[in-house]
């Protein structure tokens, strides 16, 4: 159980909610006590609606806590063990007997980090495969070579990672379905347009076992 709590950044936003309470609320995990609490901050809401959410801050009233890590929504129920408003605003709540998880994404995907070539109408640039699942892919160009071609949603690019595919000669035909700009990095996220069956079972064969590992 620790292990799905250590998943949660000190400072990540997570969502709370409250039997009687109509809207999902939103606050800061603060930390844990392993088997003991789980803190976090106070709920902000507006000044309309802070004595109906005191109201509702008592010991042993249950909530549902829930937060997004790695494509993921993680969660547990658990009862409030103390309110505490000084010096700060913080809910000190029952460590949970476990953890729920869902799956957002239909293919598991594993953060990874290897260079690629990628090739746009004859144009090839140097980049970074930040991560990987059977459907597709994100990459990351940083620098000169994100200025050498202007992407847009859809675009087809042949995609080249010897490291991963175990191979120079293996490319992978993807199409660009998100671009996330940043100053002089530029984030693609792509899916895979045709991948032979032998490079699908190298990138199944590296995301089990990456999964296993993180799992451990």
Same mark, same amino acid.
């Given at each position: 159980? /620790?292990? =799905? ?6 400072? #990540?936003?997570? #969502? ?6 109509? +809207?999902?609320?939103?606050? !800061?995990?603060? *930390?844990?006590?392993?088997? !003991? ?5 106070? &709920? ?7 004595? #109906? ?8 009233? $249950? ?11 993680? *969660?547990? $129920? ?15 709540? /029952? ?13 598991? !995907?594993?953060?990874?980090?290897? &260079?690629?070539?990628?090739? %746009? ?5 140097? =980049? $970074?495969?930040? +991560? ?5 892919? *994100?990459? *990351? ?26 191979? /120079?000669?293996?490319?992978? @035909? ?12 530029? @984030? ?7 991948? &032979?069956?032998? %490079? ?17």
């Amino acid at each position: 159980m /620790e292990k =799905g709590l250590s998943a949660i950044e000190v400072g #990540m936003k997570v #969502m709370v909610e409250l039997p009687g309470m109509k +809207d999902k609320l939103h606050t !800061r995990f603060v *930390g844990y006590i392993n088997k !003991r609490c789980v803190i976090t901050t106070i &709920p902000l809401v507006p000044e309309v609606n802070r004595s #109906m959410l005191y109201e509702h801050l008592y010991k042993g009233n $249950a909530m549902t806590v829930r937060f997004i890590k790695s494509g993921s929504v993680l *969660g547990f $129920a658990t009862l409030i063990q103390h309110v505490s408003f000084s010096p700060f605003p913080l809910l000190f709540l /029952e460590f949970p007997d476990k953890i729920e998880s869902f799956n957002l994404r239909k293919d598991s !995907r594993v953060n990874c980090l290897f &260079p690629v070539a990628m090739a %746009l109408n004859g144009t090839t640039i140097q =980049g $970074a495969l930040l +991560d990987i699942s059977k459907s597709g892919c *994100g990459i *990351g160009i940083q620098g000169e070579e994100s200025q050498k071609i202007t992407f847009e949603i859809d675009d087809v690019v042949r995609v080249q990672c010897p490291f991963l595919f175990k191979s /120079e000669d293996e490319r992978v @035909d993807c199409v660009i379905k998100r671009i996330n700009k940043s100053g002089s990095k530029v @984030d693609l996220g792509l899916k895979f347009n045709q991948i &032979p069956e032998s %490079l699908l079972s190298v990138i199944h064969d590296y995301v089990q076992q990456m999964t296993m590992y993180l799992d451990d």
